[in-house]
């Protein structure tokens, strides 16, 4: 069905839905009015704080808090150096790709739609303030969302997404487009956790149809048996842009230090799961987390891909690097009530 035919009045169903290209995939039959579809912005005209959306993969409700914008290395986009037509912000030295500047948002998802997709709903993470703690405090139904997946709506619901932290972060003004306004809590919070928050390196490569992408975060140092260690999260999105159906059996992580350590890490599946990629269900995101024992260092890696007639390939995980940044104390749970 194609997205036009939304124009007036956006359905959706309470169980799933899937947006990808033009289409709507609908996996339930319970459906219930959610607003009023509007058409998505070009690139280089941001969404507001406050703006409703559909996520245009994963199907979920969600509103905007903050902008970032990151450095995407593509190396699906890699120009010849030849190629003047493509957009300078690009270029390639051999494999080396320069990162071109993209709009992602910082959002929260409905609590009523987080047991119903294929994303870890809890993968914004945190270390424990405690100088010799490992403890890891995750803060549930937070995403970032490049701008291509933002589907935006309007409601005259003053409530319309469910989650712990919008009374807290946003408040309804009629008057306002969004109706839904950063409150001061909002920019503090931003404010004093930006250095764990801040997205700034998005990496993708696409091996026969799979898209890998990934986003390193850097999250701070602990101090361990008289040595630093230094923490990392990363998520990755995998997704299916052909045809043909595809499951992740293995991972195969290659995870090199600056204090000269490489290391090797197997298994299978990723977070105790084997997803399977069709075109009816195309995305799968989660997150995982690296420690090191230096200030910086690369990821790579790939993983085996199986279709249906048992032949198998390896999709390529795009190389990415761990960078520290400096460390404070920060308590992002300062406005959570705990």
């Keep these: 069905m194609a997205l036009s035919a939304f124009r007036q009045i956006l359905i959706r169903p309470l169980i799933s839905v899937t947006v990808q290209k033009t289409c709507f995939r609908c996996l339930s039959t319970r459906l219930a009015e959610v607003g009023i579809l509007e058409p998505p912005r070009e690139h280089g005209k941001a969404y507001n704080t406050g703006q409703l959306f559909l996520h245009k993969i994963f199907g979920y409700r969600g509103i905007v808090l903050f902008p970032w914008l990151a450095h995407v290395y593509d190396r699906d986009t890699a120009p010849k150096l030849d190629d003047r037509s493509f957009d300078d912000q690009t270029t390639a030295v051999g494999k080396e790709v320069k990162g071109k500047n993209h709009m992602y ?75 839904f306004v950063a409150r001061e809590t909002l920019g503090a919070w931003q404010e004093k956790n930006h250095p764990w928050l801040q997205l700034s390196d998005v990496h993708r490569e696409t091996t026969e149809g799979i898209r890998v992408t990934v986003i390193p975060f850097y999250m701070g140092c602990r101090e361990a048996q008289q040595t630093h260690v230094y923490w990392w999260r990363y998520c990755v999105r995998l997704e299916n842009r052909g045809e043909e159906t595809v499951q992740l059996r293995e991972r195969h992580w290659r995870i090199f230090s600056l204090s000269g350590t490489l290391e090797t890490v197997r298994g299978r599946g990723v977070v105790g799961q084997e997803p399977v990629l069709s075109a009816e269900q195309p995305a799968f995101q989660y997150s995982s987390h690296v420690s090191l024992q230096a200030p910086s260092g690369h990821m790579w890696g790939t993983y085996k891909m199986e279709r249906r007639d048992g032949t198998s390939f390896d999709c390529k995980i795009p190389p990415f690097s761990l960078e520290s940044k400096s460390d404070d104390s920060s308590n992002p749970h300062q406005f959570l009530g705990s």
């Excluded at 970032?144 to 933002?150: G, S």
């Design 105 to 179: 948002y910082q959002v929260l998802i409905d609590a009523r739609d987080c047991p119903h997709i294929r994303a870890q709903t809890e993968a914004v993470t945190f270390l424990g303030n405690q100088d010799n703690s490992r403890a890891l405090y995750a803060i549930p139904g937070l995403d970032y969302v490049a701008h291509e997946d933002i589907l935006p709506y309007t409601t005259p619901d003053s409530s319309p997404i469910q989650h712990e932290l919008f009374d807290k972060f946003l408040m309804y003004d009629p008057d306002s487009n969004p109706p």
